[in-house]
């Protein structure tokens, strides 16, 4: 058994790529996967490994000044989810392409009990998906806005086309929490003032409460794609892109031209030789299609987020 984190601080940090450099050395030393960015902000990442290494890691991390108190959120997996080690520092720890986006500005945190209360209560309030299309297509809380971006940037110009009474309660919710603590800034400068944030996202929430009132599953970034959130409701939401059945599995266009991540089940999977479309299915850069290994795990099928892999990928190709 492994063990898979995913955590966040925002902490300044002077000298990024001194601190990332050090890092990367400690994690490989160490041996643990995943990926990891660093920035003047503080730190985002998500990595696996046994749960010893785990350990060792958060107690590296935990005993550097100023990276105390992180909330990491723990899932078990039976394999590592991450084909390697990538520690990079970005501009932001994670990219709405806004500067001086300061979370100790953000909303209120709700604890995932007190989320739930909410949630329960007849209290008038909207309720705000702050991931991507193709995170809460699959699953999302109930009655919450899901918008239409692919990218956490576009949300700013999301904002700005919201039209919601600026006296409303809002909640907000993401994966882990991060990208709640900027966007939440952005509607409290906007003009919002009842602002709320689910602390520790659908990931803790899932662990504390069962994850009532959570549609689907929750998508994750690492090669599992896709967790369970709420253990007594797991029918899929979705449906497969080439049969129109439900469906919650994702998987990479098999044509590495194409790579389009997309909803399929494994009927469809095989129809299609893991392909999106009958034009990919036809192209030279087709990968081999192994049915026995195409959905268990998921770690046949690149991840998306490893932007380097098509590149990569191609490259090997030639
Ligand atoms: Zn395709």
């Not at 806004?98 to 500005?105: G, S």
Request: aromatic share 12%; hydrophobic share 30%.
């Amino acid at each position: 058994m492994y063990e898979v984190i995913l955590y966040y601080k925002f902490n300044k940090i002077d000298d990024p790529e001194t601190f990332c450099e050090e890092h990367k050395s400690f994690c490989k030393d160490l041996g643990v996967k995943g990926r990891i960015y660093i920035s003047e902000e503080g730190i985002n990442g998500t990595l696996g490994g046994t749960p010893e290494q785990v350990a060792t890691y958060k107690e590296h991390l935990t005993s550097l000044p100023g990276f105390d108190n992180i909330d990491f959120k723990t899932d078990e997996s039976d394999y590592i989810p991450f084909a390697k080690l990538i520690c990079k520092t970005r501009d932001e720890i994670v990219a709405l392409h806004k500067e001086d986006v300061d979370p100790a500005r953000g909303g209120k945190y709700l604890e995932p009990h007190e989320w739930r209360e909410v949630l329960e209560s007849d209290e008038d309030y909207v309720l705000i998906d702050v991931r991507n299309d193709y995170e809460s297509k699959i699953g999302h809380f109930e009655g919450a806005i899901t918008p239409n971006v692919e990218n956490f940037y576009e949300f700013p110009e999301w904002v700005d086309n919201l039209e919601i009474d600026k006296d409303k309660k809002v909640l907000m919710y993401c994966t882990g929490g991060i990208r709640c603590e900027k966007f939440s800034v952005l509607m409290k400068e906007k003009g919002w003032d009842d602002v709320n944030q689910l602390h520790g996202g659908i990931l803790r929430y899932g662990k504390e409460e069962g994850g009532v009132h959570f549609k689907g599953k929750c998508f994750v970034f690492d090669d599992r794609l896709v967790v369970p959130v709420n253990e007594k409701d797991m029918e899929p939401i979705a449906e497969c892109e080439i049969t129109g059945k439900p469906a919650d599995t994702y998987i990479n266009c098999a044509n590495m031209q194409c790579n389009k991540l997309f909803v399929c089940s494994e009927e469809g999977a095989r129809k299609m030789e893991g392909c999106c479309s009958e034009e990919c299915r036809q192209s030279e850069y087709k990968r081999p299609f192994d049915p026995e290994n195409a959905f268990r795990p998921f770690r046949k099928w690149y991840n998306y987020f490893d932007e380097d892999f098509k590149e990569r990928e191609l490259e090997e190709k030639k």
